[in-house]
């Protein structure tokens, strides 16, 4: 099975798109993006993505959206759909947000 994520900020800065074929590639992959942020915006997503992780794990859970404000994250059980990727392609990253490619 293949699993998707994403840490968005509602139109602001170009979300970035996580993939894997495991939960724990996949929380790995969002922690490493986060690494590079400054304390208060990295506490904020750490505890947020540990929160979503729990909350999809459960048996009856197909995805979880966890959002504040003009951030927040996704997770889902099911490939990342790209029919928004081009509207998104010319947004500014987020600053020391470290985007991984998805391919």
């Not at 996949?26 to 979503?52: G, S, V």
Request: net charge positive; with cysteine; charged share 20%.
């Amino acid at each position: 099975m293949t699993y998707s994520a994403s840490i968005y900020f509602l139109g602001q800065y170009r979300p970035a798109y996580f993939q894997d074929t495991s939960m724990k590639g996949l929380k790995t992959k969002m922690r490493q993006a986060i690494n590079n942020l400054d304390r208060d915006t990295w506490e904020w997503f750490a505890w947020r993505i540990d929160e979503a992780f729990k909350r999809v794990n459960a048996r009856n859970c197909s995805g979880v959206s966890i959002e504040h404000g003009c951030r927040g994250l996704s997770i889902a059980k099911r490939p990342h759909d790209p029919w928004l990727d081009n509207v998104i392609a010319d947004l500014p990253a987020f600053p020391h947000l470290n985007y991984p490619t998805i391919g």
